[in-house]
């Protein structure tokens, strides 16, 4: 959402609904919800079999969670008034106004304008499209921890982190805080709230948790790719609704949103298997997907503001450096399992930085109050990026450690060295992804195939979803596009 609808989030009686701009945000918010669900199959099959549905659970309990929360709390704190560092009249805040949108309250009557005043929208159609980028955001996390982590902990995190870093940073970069109000950084659809957010707690509880048993040396390698790739679908299905969704009602700057968001994925999906290509003589599914869901993180925040032929250009910058920095990892040593610093970190600050680059009024129209570098600007808008996105990048990773340490030291945040070795699935849920056992014979009934009743036990489905081959010996190190 573009910092210029922020004060528009205002209560009316006196405006009448557009039901067509109503019925978008209501097909976006959708969109966006379908992005969840299809990120847990493109980080499920990036796992291992093992632990698969404790990675896919992660990203549907904050489905849960987050929707709960953003309802009682969480939609007035990122896009309630702004609460002025020093009072009225003061620099712009961290913080909306704390009872304006609260949960307990009757808000069916009020609208919401976006950021044309003649097609208002009402109050809830806005939280429930809001409310969507919120429970990715945390969902996203998840997959830099994936094989390793309490979903207990899991969860408590979440929902500290929800509230100290997610919240804040919205209201900060839309809800007509520091970011957006003060510092003049522009962010259409979510690369430094959402994705830099994000990357910067996955690198902060990467941090925390340490490697897994056995990396890098042993294979780590993606137990489903068609699971892989179905994922990226449903998240390029999603995205546009993200994207264009973001421009709260149908217009030409939606147009511009939702072909740049296209363009700049396809370009990236190219950048990415040409890496592998060069790197590893062949390019591979896994790469192609990846490359897909990296540019469409870099063109979220930029999507708005550029033009085609730039998001084309960004979209091949950032398959390529993301990639790179995926290989990165492995000479670091950071276990960040399925690549949530080197795609959603990286390829947010990308997408930030090509708004200083790229904007022009020519497509932004008045979103774009100075052009780019490379149309005449100079360096201001660059530097306002890089600030906002510092900001958010600081902001995220010191929550996320302060809070991922507090759950370490009290209800703990990493499994035992059994639970890991015999798999999460098992052991945090008592239920595996695959069962290749005989169910038929005289033991055969359907309860009994299904695991319920007498005989059912975590050494049983242990059994049916065995250590995978990198428990059982050694592997060479894994090239780096190896998850």
Request: charged share 10%; aromatic share 10%; glycine share 14%.
């Amino acid at each position: 959402m573009p910092v210029e609808a922020v004060p528009s989030l205002i209560a009316s009686s006196e405006v009448v609904l557009s039901s067509g701009d109503t019925a978008w945000l209501l097909i976006s918010s959708a969109l966006v919800l379908l992005m969840t669900p299809g990120l847990a199959f493109f980080y499920g099959g990036l796992n291992r079999s093992k632990s698969v549905l404790n990675m896919m659970m992660m990203s549907f309990a904050s489905i849960g969670l987050i929707s709960i929360l953003w309802l009682f709390y969480g939609f007035t704190v990122a896009f309630g008034a702004d609460q002025p560092i020093g009072g009225e009249g003061g620099t712009p805040g961290f913080w909306g106004d704390l009872t304006q949108y609260l949960g307990t309250k009757n808000l069916s009557a009020e609208m919401a304008f976006p950021p044309f005043p003649a097609t208002p929208i009402p109050t809830y159609v806005i939280m429930a499209f809001q409310m969507m980028f919120a429970i990715i955001t945390v969902a996203l996390i998840s997959g830099a921890i994936s094989d390793r982590a309490k979903f207990a902990g899991w969860l408590l995190f979440a929902t500290g982190w929800f509230t100290l870093a997610y919240l804040p940073i919205a209201h900060m970069v839309w809800g007509g805080g520091f970011i957006g109000a003060k510092i003049g950084a522009l962010d259409f659809a979510g690369g430094s709230a959402v994705h830099i957010n994000a990357g910067a707690a996955a690198l902060a509880l990467a941090l925390i948790l340490g490697r897994r048993i056995g990396y890098p040396k042993d294979s780590f390698k993606p137990h489903n790719v068609p699971f892989v790739a179905l994922g990226a679908g449903l998240l390029w299905f999603g995205w546009f609704g993200f994207n264009a969704g973001s421009e709260l009602t149908a217009d030409a700057i939606t147009g511009v949103a939702f072909i740049n968001t296209q363009v700049a994925t396809a370009a990236a999906l190219l950048g990415w298997i040409l890496v592998e290509r060069i790197r590893n003589g062949k390019p591979t599914l896994v790469g192609a997907s990846s490359g897909a869901v990296a540019g469409l993180v870099a063109i979220t925040p930029a999507c708005a503001y550029i033009a085609p032929f730039a998001a084309v250009l960004l979209g091949l910058v950032a398959g390529v450096v993301c990639s790179l920095a995926v290989g990165l990892k492995y000479k670091l040593r950071l276990d960040d399992s399925l690549d949530v610093v080197g795609i959603h970190f990286v390829g947010g600050w990308i997408g930030c930085l090509w708004i200083g680059l790229f904007a022009t009024t020519g497509f932004g129209g008045s979103y774009v109050v100075r052009e780019g570098l490379l149309y005449g600007g100079g360096v201001d808008q660059l530097l306002r990026q890089a600030g906002g996105a510092g900001i958010v990048s600081v902001w995220s990773f010191v929550i996320a450690l302060v809070v991922g340490l507090l759950v370490k030291v009290t209800i703990g945040f990493r499994v035992t060295r059994e639970a890991e070795l015999e798999g999460i699935d098992v052991i945090e849920h008592k239920e595996s992804a695959y069962d290749f056992s005989n169910t038929g014979g005289s033991s055969g009934s359907a309860f009994a195939a299904a695991g319920i009743g007498g005989g059912a036990s975590s050494s049983g489905l242990a059994a049916a979803n065995p250590p995978s081959r990198s428990e059982a010996e050694p592997q060479p190190a894994q090239p780096a596009n190896a998850r």
